[in-house]
């Protein structure tokens, strides 16, 4: 929702370095009084997970879905991101030697999918298509993706101390979208107040804070449990477009959310058994 207001004011690419820059000097901020021996890191294996999340957890996800919010509600952009547990799944069957994946959990990644499909294919003509064009809507089911692979890749990244390893991409990520988006978009111009207090909440709150959270589960808990956040990012994400953006969202919206869900608690449910 946040992004959705700053994209009023500002472009895409704009939104998600600013987004991203405002998240890593929060963070860097921190880290530079509570661990200020570790602002440099010489490890060249840290370097190099740092830098691939940086593109994948921020600099790829969040421009993807700055693009698609021009063209799609934030709602619509909050249902989709419903859908990384089916990719977290897969990613996790296939890359994480622990995991197991049985019937159940097929029949729930196939439920998941044609949930993804009601949600992307087209519903008539473009002027018509209140939620958007359907490479906007691939483009942020592709963000799942983006987080699901990141994920995947933190679980197996070297120990690094949390807050030093969300900072570290968050500039890895600023590095990479930052001058992109002066080249594409030039200097941005501060004229929309509401816009600009959109894009400082985004960066410091959903982005530095949040996601320092994300890493920690994810070490600590595992990327499957973390990704069970997809139950109520979908709700909260229509509440709030719906009511505070008054945004209108088509019923195959409702019915690809419910049908991604309940393929997602397929894969997540445990059955009883007997002693």
């Known amino acids: 929702m946040s992004m959705a207001v700053a994209l009023e004011q500002y472009g895409p690419f704009t939104v998600a370095a600013g987004r991203i820059g405002i998240g890593a000097l929060a963070l860097l901020a921190v880290v530079a009084v509570t661990r200020p021996g570790d602002l440099v890191i010489r490890d060249l294996k840290m370097l ?25 509600p934030s709602a619509f952009a909050g249902v989709a991101m419903g859908s990384s547990p089916i990719f977290v799944l897969l990613l996790a069957y296939l890359f994480v030697p622990d995991e197991q994946i049985g019937p159940r959990r097929i029949a729930g990644v196939i439920l998941g999918f044609v ?25 942020c ?51 929309n107040t509401q816009a600009t207090w959109a894009l400082l909440y985004a960066g410091i709150f959903p982005t530095g804070l949040a996601f320092l959270l994300r890493v920690v589960l994810i070490r600590s808990a595992g990327p499957i449990f973390m990704s069970l956040v997809a139950y109520i990012v979908p709700l909260w994400a229509v509440l709030l477009g719906v009511i505070l953006l008054d945004e209108t969202l088509q019923l195959s919206t409702y019915i690809g959310a419910t049908i991604i869900l309940l393929g997602v608690g397929l894969t997540q449910l445990r059955f009883l058994r007997p002693r």
């Open 141 to 191: 089911v592709a963000a799942a993706l983006c987080y699901s692979v990141g994920a995947i890749l933190i679980r197996r990244a070297p120990p690094i101390p949390p807050m030093v390893f969300t900072a570290g991409m968050l500039v890895a990520g600023a590095l990479v979208l930052i001058p992109l988006a002066l080249l594409v978009e030039g200097l941005p111009e501060i004229t």
């Open 48 to 72: 190099g997970f740092i830098l691939l999340l940086g593109i994948l957890n921020f600099a790829l996800p969040f421009s993807l879905l700055t693009w698609g919010l021009q063209r799609v």
């Open 115 to 139: 949930g993804l499909l009601v949600l992307i294919l087209p519903r008539g003509s473009p002027e018509l298509d209140e939620g958007g064009t359907v490479a906007a809507r691939i483009a």
